[in-house]
């Protein structure tokens, strides 16, 4: 019998990392998706309503997250009538190992009047994307790749603008994970897209905010470089999170480089292989 994926098991308030959300830069340290996706669930299942929708979620990375059984606590900072501001943090054992905020906003109607708005396309999904994902893969795409997508992240590291297009596993093994949760773990992608040069990933990211116009809509959902900037060491990025129906956030990152732990593309291709290799033999 084969068991669905997920980042995490849950015993009580104990949640127990699998091997799927371990992360590349460090052994026995977790990605920066499972760490988000936790914090947003604990963010969604106490204080979203239908009134109030996440407008921001923020969360700092100031360590690596140990691979170890993990505990999440919040509160509630601030409650008014058209703001609700949320403090979350991960523990392992006493120690903080990653901290977060959200602000939820009431739903309210638009104004009047006209907004300047960038002139060139919104990203679209990839047109294969249904097929690649029932594979249970992810795709990539470059503006100078020839096709525009492909599931060879080697294939797309030149100095283009980036993207990836992914449906993320969930966040707690047995549980349905929401669009908030699965635009939470895309989003903090944001350092991959847009740090990925024409050598791999040379800076590890140090925090990830996201703002929202609206929820995302199912959990396939896509992200775009929108700019890159660094210097001495240290990288500003910023990205779009979008869905079938087009873009509904933006993100920001900052990064600190990390030469010496370079992320090559062959290094995901080969994550990739085994993949395939696993759904091919039904494990």
Same mark, same amino acid.
């Given at each position: 019998? !084969?068991?669905?994926?997920?980042?995490?098991?849950?015993?009580?308030?104990?949640?127990?990392?699998?091997?799927?959300?371990?992360?590349?830069?460090?052994?026995?340290?977790?990605?920066?998706?499972?760490? =988000?996706?936790?914090?947003?669930?604990?963010?969604? &299942?106490?204080?979203?309503?239908?009134?109030?929708?996440?407008?921001?979620?923020?969360?700092?990375?100031?360590?690596?997250?140990?691979?170890?059984?993990?505990?999440?606590?919040?509160?509630?900072?601030?409650?008014?009538?058209?703001?609700?501001?949320?403090?979350?943090?991960?523990?392992?054992?006493?120690?903080?190992?990653?901290?977060?905020?959200?602000?939820?906003?009431?739903?309210?109607?638009?104004?009047?009047?006209?907004?300047?708005?960038?002139?060139?396309?919104?990203?679209?999904?990839?047109?294969?994307?249904?097929?690649?994902?029932?594979?249970?893969?992810?795709?990539?795409?470059?503006?100078?790749?020839?096709?525009?997508?492909?599931?060879?992240? !080697?294939?797309?590291?030149?100095? !283009?603008?980036?993207?990836?297009?992914?449906?993320?596993?969930?966040?707690?093994? +047995?549980?349905?994970?929401?669009?908030? =949760?699965?635009?939470?773990?895309?989003?903090?992608?944001?350092?991959?897209?847009?740090?990925? +040069?024409?050598? +791999?990933?040379?800076?590890?990211?140090?925090?990830?905010?996201?703002?929202?116009?609206?929820?995302?809509?199912?959990?396939?959902?896509?992200?775009?470089?929108?700019?890159?900037?660094?210097?001495? +060491?240290?990288?500003?990025? &910023?990205?779009?999170?979008?869905?079938?129906?087009?873009?509904?956030?933006? =993100?920001?990152? !900052?990064?600190?480089?990390?030469?010496?732990?370079?992320?090559?593309?062959?290094?995901?291709?080969?994550?990739?292989?085994?993949?395939?290799?696993?759904?091919?033999?039904?494990?």
């Amino acid at each position: 019998m !084969t068991t669905s994926p997920a980042y995490f098991t849950r015993t009580g308030a104990v949640f127990e990392p699998t091997r799927f959300s371990l992360s590349l830069w460090g052994p026995k340290t977790l990605s920066g998706p499972p760490v =988000c996706g936790l914090m947003a669930r604990e963010v969604e &299942a106490r204080y979203c309503t239908e009134e109030f929708v996440p407008a921001r979620f923020t969360v700092d990375l100031h360590r690596a997250v140990p691979a170890v059984p993990l505990t999440v606590e919040s509160e509630l900072v601030r409650d008014g009538k058209r703001v609700r501001a949320v403090a979350v943090s991960l523990r392992s054992g006493d120690a903080v190992v990653a901290r977060g905020s959200a602000l939820l906003l009431k739903r309210s109607a638009q104004p009047p009047g006209a907004v300047w708005r960038p002139d060139r396309e919104r990203p679209l999904p990839p047109p294969d994307a249904r097929a690649a994902i029932e594979e249970g893969l992810h795709l990539f795409g470059s503006d100078g790749h020839a096709d525009g997508w492909s599931i060879r992240m !080697t294939e797309h590291q030149n100095d !283009t603008r980036k993207r990836k297009w992914v449906r993320n596993i969930p966040v707690v093994a +047995g549980e349905e994970s929401s669009p908030f =949760c699965y635009a939470a773990m895309t989003g903090e992608q944001t350092s991959l897209v847009t740090n990925w +040069g024409t050598d +791999g990933i040379g800076f590890i990211n140090t925090d990830v905010s996201i703002t929202f116009s609206r929820m995302p809509i199912g959990v396939e959902m896509g992200i775009e470089a929108e700019g890159h900037l660094s210097d001495d +060491g240290i990288a500003a990025g &910023a990205a779009v999170l979008y869905d079938a129906d087009g873009a509904f956030g933006m =993100c920001t990152t !900052t990064a600190l480089a990390n030469e010496s732990h370079q992320i090559r593309g062959a290094v995901i291709d080969k994550l990739t292989d085994t993949v395939l290799a696993e759904l091919a033999s039904g494990h």
